[in-house]
């Protein structure tokens, strides 16, 4: 009987597709076995939920993803993986999860380990162009950008953009002071808060060679800050905007990768003159934040700074005003990019026969948990914008609240585009719930930190399991914010017996390892334990 169902379950699936994309000269996908859909694949780096339409910041002004998101479904609940640039994207890529692969971090070891990882499977892009897709690709998709695999980048795609930030002006390069995050740049002028804060001396003598923490930082670029032929991400919605003007004799897997709002939180300055300092708005942070937060959680909101993130930011006057007004001025300026290669689209011959997804790596913290940027389990690092949207779609413009994962992204675009499935994918196929965005989902999303450090997100709670054993449950439909720690209530007890279900029983070592000997969060918890914990995080 249980067979019968998948392939009942199967069959119906398939037809959901098969219809989505039979009708591609009346708005839908596809016409005939030789005219698949083609895909506009667009990722935004570090983007959190200060979207118009997700009202994570009540001021952001994003136009063209609010348009976007009235054309499609938009998944107000959609989780990463893993909440740092390269496990998730490589999650996302691969369709399968870091406690799989145990590719947590280091680009280096998932290179080392990659055979093994994916012999039975292919990453995304090369599965489509296995499959007669021509593939495309500008900006950051993977890590590095076009792949972080090199020896592999020609199976990925078939053609992709240069590294616009090769051959930097000196000038620029010299604000950066040694950050190699190359495609980020421009920095601020002078480096920016946390270089002035500490002292150009200090930074190029005792920072620089160990610890480029000076990153966080944001403020106004004028015409002398910005390369001459614009800031990366306009070179790369540039390039977008010319391939989707040409005519391409097969379907088109077309990926762009927008690098703001990564670090620093630089834009041109019209950007920031749209927000009234004045009136700006800055999130919630109440006094006793962290008092019912585990020590791996303090650990981990403890950041790469010199006193730990928070302690940096708030010892220089107005600077984190400054960087939520500069966070904005990113959103704003790279919602104008996506603008671009939206309406380029729009007035290209494949709009009637193009998926788009919009999707994030992971979020990104405001001082919310006194933590900044991402790697974290908590919401703000997690939670993610994703949009799926087809010509036709008539479930378009609504949303669904349905805890989903960014490893279903991969399953989800095969069969809408009619590609065989890909057996050794870990994600859910999304097609249903774009059908049906209510439709009841009987998924939870896991999301990891690092090794053995669990983020479980259902509709209503956010379970967070850390390694040592200690918990933090979250109820998001009465704290939205995350303030109060609901583990140690034993009203509560079976909602995380339920959580607790979805955790993985086997956890794959960190690639490159064979034991398991800890990592720095055990180290700086063994520290407080003689020093104390600092009064910010207690």
């Known amino acids: 009987m249980k067979n019968n169902l998948k392939i009942l379950s199967i069959c119906l699936i398939t037809a959901l597709a098969a219809g989505i994309l039979s009708s591609c000269s009346s708005g839908n996908p596809k016409a005939a076995e030789n005219q698949k859909p083609n895909v506009l694949f667009i990722a935004v780096d570090d983007l959190n939920d200060w979207i118009g339409t997700m009202g994570g910041h009540p001021q952001a002004i994003t136009p ?71 593939t495309l690709s500008a900006g950051k998709i993977y890590h590095s950008g076009e792949s972080d695999h090199p020896d592999r980048t020609d199976l990925f795609w078939d053609e992709y953009a240069p590294h616009f930030w090769n051959g930097m002006d000196p000038v620029i390069k010299e604000n950066g002071f040694g950050y190699r995050g ?29 610890n480029r923490f000076y990153s966080l930082c944001g403020g106004p670029l004028d015409k002398e800050d910005i390369p001459a032929e ?14 989707l003007s ?17 670090v620093p939180y630089t834009a041109p300055r019209r950007y920031f003159e749209m927000y009234d300092t004045s009136k700006l708005i800055i999130p919630e942070i109440p006094e006793d934040e962290m008092s019912d937060i585990p020590m791996m959680g303090k650990a981990i909101a403890y950041g790469y700074t010199p006193k730990g993130g928070w302690d940096d930011v708030t010892s220089v006057p107005g600077f984190l005003k400054e960087l939520v007004h500069s966070y904005l001025a990113c959103v704003t300026f790279t919602d104008e990019q996506v603008g671009k290669v939206l309406a380029a689209l729009e007035e290209s011959p494949h709009s009637e026969n193009t998926i788009v997804v919009l999707w994030s790596d992971h979020g990104q913290h405001l001082g919310e948990k006194r933590h900044f940027r991402k790697q974290a389990l908590w919401e703000e690092s997690t939670r993610v914008p994703l949009l799926i949207s087809y010509p036709g779609m008539k479930t378009g413009g609504k949303k669904s609240s349905n805890p989903v ?68 449950l979250y109820d998001h439909m009465n704290d939205p914010g995350e303030h109060n720690n609901l583990a140690g209530n034993p009203e509560f007890a079976g909602v995380i017996e339920d959580h607790k279900k979805s955790l993985p029983l086997n956890e794959a070592l960190p690639a490159g390892t064979s034991e398991w000997t800890g990592d720095g969060y055990e180290k700086r918890i063994e520290g407080w334990k003689q020093s104390g914990i600092p009064d910010w995080l207690k």
């Open 64 to 134: 063209s993803l609010d348009k976007l998101v009235n054309q499609g479904v938009f998944f107000t609940n959609a989780h990463a993986s893993q909440a740092v640039c390269t496990a998730s994207r490589n999650s996302l890529l691969s369709g399968l999860h870091p406690v799989t692969t145990g590719w947590y971090g280091s680009t280096t070891d998932m290179r080392k380990t990659y055979d093994v990882v994916m012999k039975d499977n292919k990453m995304l892009p090369e599965y489509f162009r296995d499959h007669g897709y021509t």
């Open 182 to 210: 190359y495609m980020f740049y421009p920095f601020p002028k002078n480096g920016g808060q946390l270089v002035q804060a500490y002292g150009e001396d200090t930074i190029r003598n005792h920072y620089m060679p160990v």
């Open 230 to 243: 614009g800031m990366f991400d306009e070179q790369i919605a540039d390039w977008a905007v010319n391939q």
């Open 246 to 262: 040409k005519k391409h004799e097969k379907p088109f897997f077309l990926a762009v990768g927008f690098l703001r709002p990564h």
């Open 405 to 472: 994962s960014l490893l279903d992204i991969y399953p989800t675009l095969t069969a809408l585009c009619g590609l065989p499935d890909n057996p050794a994918l870990e994600g859910n196929n999304l097609v249903p719930l774009l059908e049906n965005p209510d439709k009841e989902w009987p998924h939870k999303v896991l999301s990891v930190w690092r090794y053995k450090n669990y983020g479980v997100r259902s509709e209503q709670y956010h379970y967070i399991h850390y390694r040592d054993g200690t918990e933090e």
